[in-house]
């Protein structure tokens, strides 16, 4: 059993999209197990390699405006606080294009799972520079090498108060799923990303193959502190932690504002 739909797939042949596909159809699938139902899950994406998974994901949902999937996500839920909304964007149109409602929706706390496919590029429109973009990186629009420190949006996410703050690696299917699980369980925001190399623009799984190590669930200063170990950029070397960082309980949007007064 899967959660796929029969649409062609357009990813790159060995593409970590797919290994992303597979996680998010075994979290799903195992939810549903748990007791959940196929009708509460929603998908929502906007632009990008990442948010084609929204044509291959045989569940409701929504395919929105570049930069524009957090609020999409966040409207759907408010308006149907029961659905278990899955929002998938890339590290260019979260970061970017999107980021103000990124910082808003780690303030607010609405009850959505957000999954970034951080490939660290705009790969869809040929490997310009993002946020997350390493110093030096050398592209069309940066013949000469980007000369910023790329963000963190890990301790960015930490320091405006998400009660769930997460990164994974693509090329581990196993933690993948267990995190997605986890984070669609968890009542509040929820930060997954994910570091997804593109084969074509900016291809480290070979960094991550022999950087990553894993962590688990810690306090607010230790995870604050993990969480700038590693700095994005790849050619400073450096170890990557993958897992959950962070998860608090913490009143939700829903909780704060929809729920009328006893």
Not at 232 to 258: C, D
Request: with cysteine; aromatic share 10%.
């Amino acid at each position: 059993m899967d959660i796929y739909t029969d649409n062609e797939i357009t990813w790159c042949p060995g593409c970590p999209d797919f290994m992303v596909m597979a996680a998010v159809n075994n979290a799903v699938l195992s939810l549903i197990k748990q007791g959940c139902k196929k009708e509460e899950f929603v998908s929502v994406a906007d632009i990008g390699c990442g948010s084609k998974i929204y044509d291959y994901l045989n569940i409701s949902g929504m395919n929105g405006l570049h930069g524009r999937v957090v609020p999409t996500a966040f409207g759907i839920h408010v308006g149907n606080p029961k659905l278990k909304v899955m929002a998938f964007g890339g590290d260019g149109g979260v970061y970017n294009e999107g980021m103000g409602h990124f910082v808003h929706a780690c303030r607010y706390n609405p009850n959505i799972t957000l999954i970034v496919f951080d490939n660290q590029v705009f790969s869809l429109t040929t490997g310009q520079s993002t946020a997350t973009s390493e110093e030096g990186f050398i592209e069309k629009t940066h013949p000469f090498g980007i000369k910023e420190m790329p963000l963190n949006p890990l301790v960015l996410a930490l320091e405006l108060g998400a009660a769930f703050v997460s990164r994974v690696s693509a090329l581990d299917l196993n933690q993948m799923t267990e995190v997605i699980e986890e984070a669609v369980k968890h009542e509040g925001f929820s930060l997954i990303e994910v570091l997804q190399p593109c084969l074509s623009y900016h291809d480290f799984s070979d960094f991550l193959k022999k950087n990553v190590y894993k962590i688990e669930p810690m306090g607010y200063e230790m995870a604050l502190k993990e969480a700038k170990k590693w700095n994005y950029n790849e050619h400073e070397g450096g170890k990557v932690a993958t897992g959950i960082f962070f998860k608090e309980r913490k009143p939700t949007f829903e909780e704060k504002y929809l729920k009328k007064p006893a």
